[in-house]
């Protein structure tokens, strides 16, 4: 009887240890993001101009506490305008969407100075096309990325890796930016 409770008890352990499916921690993000979303009026926003960003931009903290929840970067340019939710939960990041507005011409590029150069096209805002890129972190290491053209970027290419790190440390100028706006 003793083995057989002792056997039971390893089991057990051993199912518990086991190491979360990148489905059920797709599936966790999913839920916690969506409650972070619905309880933004409850948190308390902090805004600072993002001063890192060579077009300049806002950043907009929200905040339980002390916690950080949801962090959204918005940034514009000649060519492009780019919105990137970070969301937090339990100081550990676990999610990032970043929808970036690709123009057809740069903003600038009117009619009036496509006809004096001789060009049939302008800027067109109908024309914008928006790429979106979902990334789903577990234990603050990227998992998964669902790059622009929906498709999933497997984990042993270099560009995955490059980019577990370049979004680290976006998400750090970021987060420093608004601590930097407490003092």
């Not at 933004?40 to 902090?46: A, E, I, P």
């Not at 790429?131 to 603050?140: G, I």
């Amino acid at each position: 009887m003793v083995k057989y409770l002792a056997f039971l008890f390893l089991f057990c352990c051993f199912i518990s240890c086991k190491d979360k499916l990148p489905a059920d921690v797709v599936a966790d993000v999913n839920a916690t993001y969506k409650k972070i979303n619905d309880k933004l009026g409850d948190y308390q926003l902090r805004t600072v101009d993002d001063i890192t960003h060579p077009g300049g931009g806002t950043i907009n903290g929200y905040y339980r506490d002390d916690e950080v929840k949801k962090v959204i970067a918005e940034h514009y340019a000649d060519t492009c305008r780019t919105f990137t939710e970070y969301y937090f939960d339990d100081g550990m990041l676990i999610y990032i969407v970043e929808q970036n507005f690709v123009y057809n011409k740069p903003i600038t590029y009117t009619e009036e100075v496509a006809k004096a150069k001789g060009d049939s096209v302008w800027y067109d805002d109908k024309l914008t096309k928006m790429e979106l890129s979902r990334f789903y972190f577990d234990d603050n290491k990227l998992i998964k990325w669902i790059d622009t053209d929906n498709t999933e970027v497997r984990t042993q290419l270099p560009e995955f890796i490059d980019k577990e790190s370049e979004l680290w440390a976006r998400a750090v100028i970021l987060l420093k930016q608004l601590k930097e706006s407490d003092k």
